[in-house]
């Protein structure tokens, strides 16, 4: 072979490595360039975490705070029927007779916890009286001296009767307001007393609690007589 063959022939190989050296050196760095460098995939990582924790945190919160305010409504509703007492029993007739009797009678608890102060009487039972169907509401006006947002005394009240006829109010009368002395209160005494013939209410006194320095309680029955 001649001389200037082999040359060539080794250049060729010569060319060929390095040619491949080459190539493989920016394959090499073509596979690291795909994938971030090790902080970087720390720093994802990391905050792939926090966020999922975030998450599991925020539905934790919502969850303790629908339970919260179950609870609390479980307690107010518990509250509620504690201490608003309502005992109504219905001896309504369709029709008046010339006798008069009871009608409708229900006790009733004040203080100072939150409570109605409206009540329907035979709404969904009207009486039947001249071919005109009769149903009532009372309002109790209470007189309450505050102390604090948990103390308070019952020092007056009075009530409000409003007259329904064919489901329209035809009548409003208002009994006068009476002072609470608890020491002259008793069982059993009128504190309201409203007649709107041939109707007649009735309010009377039937348990007090008291301390020196007033009514903390009133319990009365209403009655309704016609």
């Known amino acids: 072979m001649k001389k200037s063959n082999l040359y060539l022939l080794l250049s060729s190989f010569v060319a060929l490595g390095i040619f491949g050296l080459n190539s493989a050196a920016h394959a090499s760095n073509d ?19 926090t966020a999922n924790y975030n998450t599991s945190n925020e539905a934790i919160q919502a969850q303790i705070k629908a339970k919260k305010e179950n609870i609390l ?22 029709t008046l007779d010339s006798n008069p009797r009871q009608l409708y009678a229900l006790t009733r608890m004040l203080d100072y916890s939150p409570h109605p102060t409206i009540e ?37 009240i009075c009530f409000t009767f409003d007259v329904f006829e064919n489901g329209n109010k035809v009548r409003n009368l208002t009994t006068p307001k009476v002072s609470l002395n608890p ?35 009133l319990v009365f029955k209403l009655e309704l007589i016609g």
């Not at 596979?31 to 792939?48: H, K, N, W």
């Not at 107010?76 to 309502?86: A, E, K, T």
């Not at 035979?122 to 309002?139: A, C, E, I, M, S």
């Open 73 to 94: 409504n479980k307690i107010q509703s518990l509250r509620n029927s504690s201490n608003i007492s309502q005992t109504p029993k219905t001896t309504a007739v369709t």
């Open 120 to 156: 329907k009487i035979l709404q969904d039972k009207p009486v039947l009286y001249n071919g005109r169907n009769y149903y009532f509401t009372v309002t109790y006006n209470e007189g309450w001296k505050e102390i604090s947002e948990q103390e308070a005394y019952l020092n007056s």
């Open 31 to 49: 596979i690291q360039l795909i994938s971030p460098p090790m902080e970087q995939q720390s720093f994802q990582i990391a905050a792939a975490s």
């Open 183 to 217: 020491k002259k209160l008793k069982k059993g005494q009128a504190i309201g007393i409203a007649e709107v013939s041939p109707f007649k209410f009735i309010v009377k006194v039937d348990e007090i609690t008291s301390t020196s320095k007033g009514i903390t309680v």
